[in-house]
């Protein structure tokens, strides 16, 4: 077959295969992804491979042949895997997971790297500008790049913290079906996946245009299912956990307090426990999940000279969240003292508690009594009842998905290549909300004229309801279930346009002292944004109970001008104790205008310097620093003020705990002028309970006023390839990443330091006149910080560029193969020493190093030390490997020497650590610390057989030795990564599974 001009530009192009610099530099990953693409049989690659070699940055890469070992459904489970990865949301998050899946690089934030596939960005998945790795078509990827650090240079905003690069297979020709069977051995999570993939290179091999074709469902595995998942357990007592917001109703009786209704529903109980709701059935640790996909790419050479490219992905997701009932929790209703449902015993302890005489009372009990009556009286009392009648709440997201690109390359000159591309992407995310009361309906039906009539004024089709008696009394008929709850459905879409215009080569020059000649590119990109967020019931309100807030309507855009310039220059080679001297540089000015009128505009620079010095054979020198720039995304810039939900486990001027259990004295002296300046009242100071769930409402939204953030990256490191040590590749890099001026929101230890100090039960004098003390308003009806959100808005977390983030530490990398004689052994792996990881939400406040501890404040662990290590022993036609992970032990922040300075009292609120009661079920008299979590390891088997050219069979086991996840209780972290009494995105909550797949290629 001839060499055109385009055969030698695609040979000797990086940016087409590696996607991490715009600069025509040789990398041997290139030529083994060419290689393979003329094959039918995967090369062998390994976990690090050799960017590494080629780079003066950092490459952690996924490559070919662990993609074929570790059995994965969906990327993340890809990347779940490597140390420097933190887990974000994705199939293991329930509550929170809004039917995507997130990558977050070193910790910093899944909003602060972008996602590339083959170099170039794909549309968002929503608000927040994110990649849904759920789109990513895994039959076709080759391998996958993990660029550390600063990359705003080469890809733009976003990529602070680095890039994710999945490579697609290039030039692939024939057919392969790939068919892949999971299942737990306790006989759920069942994943099937099958993927086709198609394609041909056609006129004398001047094009090659290739399809494929994925289906993949998961089915739930519930929480109930799992011994250590099966009831919720409390952090802070270890026995039953829960919420508050449970079966039977509990109501507050104005001076009374708090009391719950008895299981016979004939009177309240006559103290303030009650029995917390279990809510861990209904939740699950693996989300059900259905995707279609489709991937198709094709080029063809024009000429000689020019070559025609496109690539389309379009994909169909169905995820389908599933929490425990809705009902209300803590809404104001009003409750009519002639409310039929009223024992007499249950009408006496409203009209006590509210300073209702008994004369009046017994007047008010007249069922004929309508509203504007003199004898008429009611009282207004929060309602914490959980509706299981209804049923467990049910999201289903159904995202459609396309990203359309056509470009066109070809050469210059022989040393000089253009690029010319475009792309269009959109992203539709269709929510629809089953199962959810609505808090007005629930106030309705409280004003019954009879048993079956409501007062005129309520809503059309009102049913009276008795949420007095027990559960699934005669009043919730199907009538009354029908009136209470209606489907909601919140629609977001996100657009992304972009255009993006290179020129690559040498200038055919050398330095003086070099012999490889002097590298550059410039370029220009063009990208525009939009998303919208459109929701009916949600829109304003928070109506639906338990949804934690209003979803309001957004509508915002930006777009970008930028100019990028790159350049390598090898200043020495094949000199003594100089074999290379490689030095790198690059600049991209960028012009932001964002749709809105009062919103300034705003231009930035981001640039970056690295080199490489190789004095001998076998070691290599780098460094890297850059300055990275992330603007705003269109959430953070066009998000309404809200009231949601946030994770607080320690309400200073709670005295009671979830349960009713008395934790501390009433509040005296400054503390109790600060809890009623927050909007406690004389009634409700001495009963506040703490936050229901570990969750407390907070209030925050965008801020057109929030400008770029700034990171500084530096890295250095070294490359070893000892020639006494054949095969064996070795890598170690120091990594710090700063960023300043940071978005961010305060965390809620954050907000309540602020106002209480360091030691919340003794906060200073006058800290109740503080702004930061008055910001925090109560719920009018108990003092506590849940309840309506229309009411009770809680921490107030505002968005700024106040934030400062840090994370550093060191990677080591290893790759070995060798000949043993009966078999050829391959060792790579990867470890990550993590020194640093933290966060100040202002200058001058606490900086929060997360770094060996967990806690809501750090959402999840953070640990010191992570390693993967996969050992494979390769025979003629059959492999066997073994991956092992390790995860080093955490403590909870409040076990931390400086926990008083973190915004906590020393002797606050600690977890438990003993014996578990009986409350807990079948773990009961099991020792358990929810203090520390020991280190973890994992260990996944897998053995491969080549039945011959075209069948291969791959059987795995995961999580071999049926490692249990630790346990720390339901409110030790972040409602999004605590669930389940454990972090299930951290650990395997699932236990040991078995995966079978077969590949067939012709």
Not at 921 to 935: C, H, K
């Given at each position: 077959m001839k060499t055109s001009r385009i055969a030698q530009?695609?040979?000797?192009?990086?940016?087409?295969?590696?996607?991490?610099?715009?600069?025509?530099?040789?990398?041997?990953?290139?030529?083994?992804?060419?290689?393979?693409?003329?094959?039918?049989?995967?090369?062998?690659?390994?976990?690090?491979?050799?960017?590494?070699?080629?780079?003066?940055?950092?490459?952690?890469?996924?490559?070919?042949?662990?993609?074929?070992?570790?059995?994965?459904?969906?990327?993340?489970?890809?990347?779940?895997?490597?140390?420097?990865?933190?887990?974000?949301?994705?199939?293991?998050?329930?509550?929170?997971?809004?039917?995507?899946?997130?990558?977050?690089?070193?910790?910093?934030?899944?909003?602060?790297?972008?996602?590339?596939?083959?170099?170039?960005?794909?549309?968002?998945?929503?608000?927040?500008?994110?990649?849904?790795?759920?789109?990513?078509?895994?039959?076709?990827?080759?391998?996958?790049?993990?660029?550390?650090?600063?990359?705003?240079?080469?890809?733009?905003?976003?990529?602070?913290?680095?890039?994710?690069?999945?490579?697609?297979?290039?030039?692939?020709?024939?057919?392969?079906?790939?068919?892949?069977?999971?299942?737990?051995?306790?006989?759920?999570?069942?994943?099937?996946?099958?993927?086709?993939?198609?394609?041909?290179?056609?006129?004398?091999?001047?094009?090659?245009?290739?399809?494929?074709?994925?289906?993949?469902?998961?089915?739930?595995?519930?929480?109930?299912?799992?011994?250590?998942?099966?009831?919720?357990?409390?952090?802070?007592?270890?026995?039953?956990?829960?919420?508050?917001?449970?079966?039977?109703?509990?109501?507050?009786?104005?001076?009374?307090?708090?009391?719950?209704?008895?299981?016979?529903?004939?009177?309240?109980?006559?103290?303030?426990?009650?029995?917390?709701?279990?809510?861990?059935?209904?939740?699950?640790?693996?989300?059900?999940?259905?995707?279609?996909?489709?991937?198709?790419?094709?080029?063809?050479?024009?000429?000689?000279?020019?070559?025609?490219?496109?690539?389309?992905?379009?994909?169909?997701?169905?995820?389908?969240?599933?929490?425990?009932?809705?009902?209300?929790?803590?809404?104001?209703?009003?409750?009519?003292?002639?409310?039929?449902?009223?024992?007499?015993?249950?009408?006496?302890?409203?009209?006590?508690?509210?300073?209702?005489?008994?004369?009046?009372?017994?007047?008010?009990?007249?069922?004929?009594?309508?509203p504007g009556d003199a004898a008429y009286r009611q009282v207004t009392s929060a309602l914490f009842r959980r509706a299981t009648e209804v049923g467990p709440r049910i999201s289903e997201y159904t995202t459609t998905y396309f990203d359309y690109r056509l470009g066109f390359r070809g050469g210059v000159t022989d040393t000089i290549n253009w690029d010319v591309s475009g792309s269009y992407g959109q992203s539709e995310n269709l929510q629809q909300i089953k199962g959810y009361t609505l808090n007005s309906r629930v106030r309705d039906s409280f004003l019954a004229s009879n048993t079956t009539s409501c007062f005129s004024g309520t809503a059309a089709g009102c049913v009276p309801i008795n949420w007095f008696g027990p559960e699934g009394n005669s009043s919730w008929t199907p009538a009354a279930i029908d009136f209470l709850n209606e489907v909601s459905t919140v629609r977001t879409t996100s657009t992304l346009a972009q255009a993006r215009a290179t020129l690559n080569g040498d200038f055919g020059v050398a330095s003086p002292f070099g012999s490889d000649p002097i590298s550059f590119a410039v370029g220009g990109e063009y990208r525009e944004y939009s998303a919208a967020q459109n929701s009916d019931l949600l829109a304003a309100g928070g109506d639906l109970g338990g949804a934690g807030g209003a979803a309001p309507n957004i509508d915002g855009g930006y777009n970008v001008y930028e100019a990028i310039g790159e350049v390598i220059i090898p200043l020495v080679q094949d000199r003594p104790f100089f074999q290379d001297l490689t030095i790198e540089a690059g600049i991209r000015y960028s012009s932001y205008s964002i749709d809105a009128p009062t919103s300034p505009s705003y231009n930035t620079t981001t640039w970056k310097v690295a080199g490489s010095w190789t004095p001998v054979d076998g070691i290599k020198f780098r460094g890297n620093y850059a300055r990275a720039v992330r603007a705003p995304n269109i959430a953070e810039l066009f998000s309404p003020v809200n009231t949601g939900l946030t994770n607080l486990a320690d309400d200073p001027c709670a005295v009671f705990d979830d349960a009713g259990v008395r934790i501390r004295a009433n509040p005296t002296g400054e503390l109790r002028a600060v809890c009623l300046a927050q909007g406690a009242t004389a009634s409700t100071i001495d009963s506040i309970a703490q936050p229901i769930a570990g969750q407390a409402n907070s209030t925050g939204g965008g801020n057109l006023n929030v400008g770029p953030e700034v990171g500084k990256t530096w890295t250095v490191g070294a490359v070893f390839e000892p020639d006494f040590v054949p095969g064996l590749t070795m890598t170690v890099d120091y990594?710090?990443?700063?960023?300043?001026?940071?978005?961010?929101?305060?965390?809620?230890?954050?907000?309540?330091?602020?106002?209480?100090?360091?030691?919340?039960?003794?906060?200073?004098?006058?800290?109740?006149?503080?702004?930061?003390?008055?910001?925090?308003?109560?719920?009018?009806?108990?003092?506590?910080?849940?309840?309506?959100?229309?009411?009770?808005?809680?921490?107030?977390?505002?968005?700024?560029?106040?934030?400062?983030?840090?994370?550093?530490?060191?990677?080591?990398?290893?790759?070995?193969?060798?000949?043993?004689?009966?078999?050829?052994?391959?060792?790579?792996?990867?470890?990550?020493?993590?020194?640093?990881?933290?966060?100040?939400?202002?200058?001058?406040?606490?900086?929060?190093?997360?770094?060996?501890?967990?806690?809501?404040?750090?959402?999840?662990?953070?640990?010191?030390?992570?390693?993967?290590?996969?050992?494979?022993?390769?025979?003629?036609?059959?492999?066997?490997?073994?991956?092992?992970?390790?995860?080093?032990?955490?403590?909870?922040?409040?076990?931390?020497?400086?926990?008083?300075?973190?915004?906590?009292?020393?002797?606050?609120?600690?977890?438990?650590?003993?014996?578990?009661?009986?409350?807990?079920?079948?773990?009961?008299?099991?020792?358990?610390?929810?203090?520390?979590?020991?280190?973890?390891?994992?260990?996944?088997?897998?053995?491969?057989?080549?039945?011959?050219?075209n069948l291969t069979i791959v059987g795995s086991v995961q999580n071999l030795f049926n490692t249990a996840p630790p346990l720390v209780g339901g409110e030790a972290g972040s409602t999004s990564f605590n669930s389940g009494n454990t972090f299930p995105s951290t650990y395997d909550s699932l236990g040991r599974r078995y995966v079978l797949s077969a590949k067939i290629r012709f």
């Open positions: 530009f695609k040979a000797g192009s990086a940016p087409l295969v590696l996607g991490l610099a715009l600069i025509a530099s040789p990398a041997f990953a290139q030529d083994a992804a060419e290689d393979e693409s003329n094959q039918d049989i995967v090369v062998t690659g390994s976990l690090i491979t050799n960017p590494n070699l080629e780079q003066a940055q950092p490459v952690t890469v996924v490559g070919a042949e662990e993609i074929d070992l570790q059995q994965s459904n969906v990327a993340e489970e890809l990347l779940r895997e490597l140390p420097g990865v933190t887990p974000s949301v994705g199939s293991a998050v329930n509550n929170g997971n809004g039917g995507a899946s997130f990558v977050n690089l070193r910790g910093l934030g899944s909003n602060r790297n972008v996602v590339l596939i083959d170099g170039y960005r794909l549309a968002p998945a929503e608000l927040n500008g994110r990649f849904d790795l759920n789109n990513i078509p895994l039959a076709l990827i080759e391998r996958v790049d993990l660029l550390t650090g600063g990359a705003s240079t080469t890809y733009g905003a976003d990529a602070v913290a680095g890039v994710v690069n999945f490579v697609t297979r290039r030039n692939f020709s024939g057919l392969e079906v790939n068919l892949s069977n999971q299942l737990t051995e306790e006989g759920d999570g069942h994943t099937i996946r099958a993927d086709v993939t198609i394609g041909a290179n056609f006129d004398d091999g001047r094009g090659n245009a290739v399809f494929s074709i994925g289906y993949q469902q998961s089915d739930p595995v519930y929480q109930g299912a799992r011994d250590y998942g099966r009831f919720g357990l409390s952090s802070a007592s270890g026995g039953g956990g829960g919420s508050g917001t449970a079966v039977p109703s509990r109501f507050t009786l104005g001076t009374g307090g708090t009391r719950q209704m008895l299981e016979d529903g004939s009177a309240f109980s006559g103290v303030s426990l009650y029995r917390n709701f279990n809510f861990n059935p209904y939740n699950v640790y693996q989300t059900p999940f259905e995707r279609y996909n489709m991937f198709g790419a094709a080029n063809y050479e024009i000429s000689d000279a020019v070559e025609v490219y496109t690539r389309g992905i379009f994909s169909k997701n169905t995820v389908d969240t599933i929490i425990a009932p809705s009902g209300s929790f803590g809404v104001a209703v009003q409750v009519p003292i002639n409310n039929p449902f009223l024992t007499t015993a249950i009408r006496n302890s409203f009209c006590n508690g509210n300073g209702i005489s008994a004369a009046d009372c017994a007047a008010a009990a007249n069922p004929a009594l309508r990594y710090n990443i700063t960023i300043t001026g940071a978005i961010t929101s305060p965390t809620p230890g954050d907000a309540i330091s602020a106002c209480f100090g360091t030691n919340p039960t003794s906060p200073a004098a006058g800290a109740s006149a503080t702004d930061a003390c008055r910001i925090i308003r109560r719920d009018p009806l108990t003092g506590g910080l849940n309840g309506d959100p229309n009411t009770t808005p809680g921490l107030f977390l505002s968005l700024s560029n106040l934030g400062r983030l840090e994370a550093s530490g060191i990677d080591f990398q290893l790759n070995y193969t060798r000949d043993i004689g009966f078999a050829d052994l391959s060792v790579a792996g990867v470890l990550n020493w993590q020194e640093t990881s933290s966060f100040q939400s202002a200058p001058g406040g606490y900086v929060r190093d997360c770094v060996g501890y967990f806690s809501s404040n750090c959402g999840q662990p953070t640990p010191e030390i992570q390693w993967s290590v996969r050992t494979t022993l390769s025979f003629e036609s059959f492999d066997v490997s073994l991956l092992w992970r390790h995860i080093d032990g955490t403590v909870y922040e409040g076990q931390a020497a400086d926990f008083a300075a973190r915004g906590f009292a020393a002797s606050g609120r600690a977890l438990f650590n003993g014996t578990l009661p009986a409350s807990a079920g079948s773990l009961a008299g099991t020792q358990e610390n929810f203090t520390t979590i020991g280190s973890a390891d994992y260990f996944d088997l897998t053995a491969r057989v080549n039945v011959n050219d």
